[in-house]
């Protein structure tokens, strides 16, 4: 679905990705590794906000070097930023549509849409009156995840989504990532700092550290990887 070839990033003169290549399938894939590692540099790339020097991104097919960032949205790619970016004097409802709303092939799926996120959330249901500003640092990270649902994406792409919550609301939410997984024809990808809860959820994991794949292996056999146990799970 997803092909990164040989991809290297930079912003101004600073290197940041060095040669990565990675594939992501119908599966649920996370990329770990310190904050400074270019996580993020990855995915402002795949979703065209920085232009790579070298290398290309392949989805379903089609490159993405320089093809514009809502083109991107609407050939099936939603994103969640690590910092929510919701409309905060929107309501929930409000901002549930707005992830809809100029996706072409979401609209007409947009009634059914909404049940199925208020099936995984149903306490932004509950709150759909409510400005999205007054909802607790959980309820915003679900309202968030929601509203890319909404577009009904090919591919889920997050940034450290369990960025500001408490420990029972990371349990949680990773549990309800495995559940769209499992209800949703989807890929999804994860950029992520805690890596015990992710692997949870995911099927296979890329390490990446100083811009470069240092690791990648299954879920299960990174849990088991005496560099991860010592690096990324403190055990």
Same mark, same amino acid.
């Given at each position: 679905?997803?092909s990164?070839?040989?991809?290297?990033?930079f912003?101004?003169?600073?290197?940041?990705?060095?040669?990565?290549?990675?594939?992501?399938?119908?599966?649920?894939?996370?990329?770990?590794?310190?904050?400074?590692?270019?996580?993020?540099?990855?995915?402002?790339c795949?979703?065209?906000?920085?232009?790579?020097?070298?290398?290309?991104?392949?989805?379903?097919?089609?490159?993405?070097?320089?093809?514009?960032?809502?083109?991107?949205?609407?050939?099936?790619?939603?994103?969640?930023?690590?910092?929510?970016?919701?409309?905060?004097?929107?309501?929930?409802?409000?901002?549930?549509?707005?992830?809809?709303?100029?996706?072409?092939?979401?609209?007409?799926?947009?009634k059914?849409?909404?049940?199925?996120?208020?099936?995984?959330?149903?306490?932004?249901?509950?709150?759909?009156?409510?400005?999205?500003?007054?909802?607790?640092?959980?309820?915003?990270?679900?309202?968030a995840?929601?509203?890319?649902?909404?577009?009904?994406?090919?591919?889920?792409?997050?940034?450290?989504p369990s960025?500001?919550?408490?420990?029972?609301?990371?349990?949680?939410?990773?549990?309800?990532?495995?559940?769209? +997984?499992?209800?949703?024809?989807?890929?999804v990808? &994860? @950029?992520? *700092?805690?890596?015990?809860?992710? /692997? #949870?959820?995911? !099927? +296979?994991?890329?390490?990446?550290?100083?811009?470069? &794949? @240092?690791? *990648?292996?299954?879920?299960?056999? /990174? #849990?088991?990887? !005496?560099?991860v146990?010592?690096?990324?799970?403190?055990?």
């Amino acid at each position: 679905m997803l092909s990164i070839k040989n991809l290297d990033a930079f912003y101004g003169k600073l290197h940041v990705l060095w040669d990565i290549s990675l594939d992501i399938g119908n599966e649920s894939v996370g990329i770990f590794g310190p904050n400074g590692a270019g996580k993020t540099t990855l995915i402002n790339c795949i979703i065209g906000l920085v232009k790579p020097a070298n290398g290309d991104i392949q989805f379903e097919g089609q490159s993405l070097i320089n093809v514009d960032t809502y083109r991107i949205a609407r050939a099936g790619i939603s994103v969640v930023p690590q910092e929510r970016e919701l409309f905060p004097l929107m309501t929930v409802a409000e901002n549930l549509e707005a992830g809809a709303a100029y996706i072409r092939s979401a609209l007409p799926k947009k009634k059914e849409r909404l049940e199925f996120v208020f099936n995984i959330f149903p306490v932004l249901k509950l709150k759909s009156m409510l400005y999205a500003a007054i909802l607790s640092g959980g309820e915003q990270r679900m309202l968030a995840i929601a509203r890319a649902l909404m577009a009904s994406p090919r591919l889920l792409i997050l940034d450290e989504p369990s960025t500001g919550l408490q420990p029972s609301l990371t349990t949680d939410l990773f549990l309800r990532l495995k559940q769209i +997984r499992q209800s949703e024809n989807i890929a999804v990808l &994860i @950029a992520e *700092q805690n890596v015990r809860q992710c /692997l #949870k959820a995911i !099927d +296979r994991g890329y390490v990446i550290e100083n811009g470069r &794949i @240092a690791l *990648q292996d299954s879920a299960e056999a /990174l #849990k088991d990887n !005496d560099y991860v146990r010592r690096s990324y799970l403190g055990l």
